[in-house]
């Protein structure tokens, strides 16, 4: 499997605050999965199985790396719902 790098991160992490910023109020992770297929198309590898594992995308997982945003305090998730943070609408 190839390996994502830090500027494919840095890809992901602007489109799944593209489509949180459109939506204030927040969408579930899987609605935020569905979008970013059209937002960030994946990479072909994306879009192959994990190994060793039954119909499931490596890009249906959490392939854009957001513990770091939650984290530092940019994104907050709550039960199954995703959300820009206060903090974070301060520097849009």
Do not use: C
């Amino acid at each position: 499997m190839a390996e994502v790098t830090q500027k494919r991160i840095g890809e992901l992490h602007r489109g799944v605050f593209k489509i949180l910023i459109d939506n204030h109020e927040g969408l579930p992770a899987k609605e935020v999965l569905k979008r970013m297929e059209q937002v960030v198309p994946p990479a072909p590898f994306e879009k192959s199985d994990y190994p060793n594992a039954r119909d499931s995308e490596i890009w249906q997982g959490d392939p854009f790396a957001t513990i770091a945003p939650v984290k530092a305090a940019w994104m907050i998730k709550d039960e199954g719902e995703w959300f820009v943070s206060a903090e974070s609408k301060k520097h849009i």
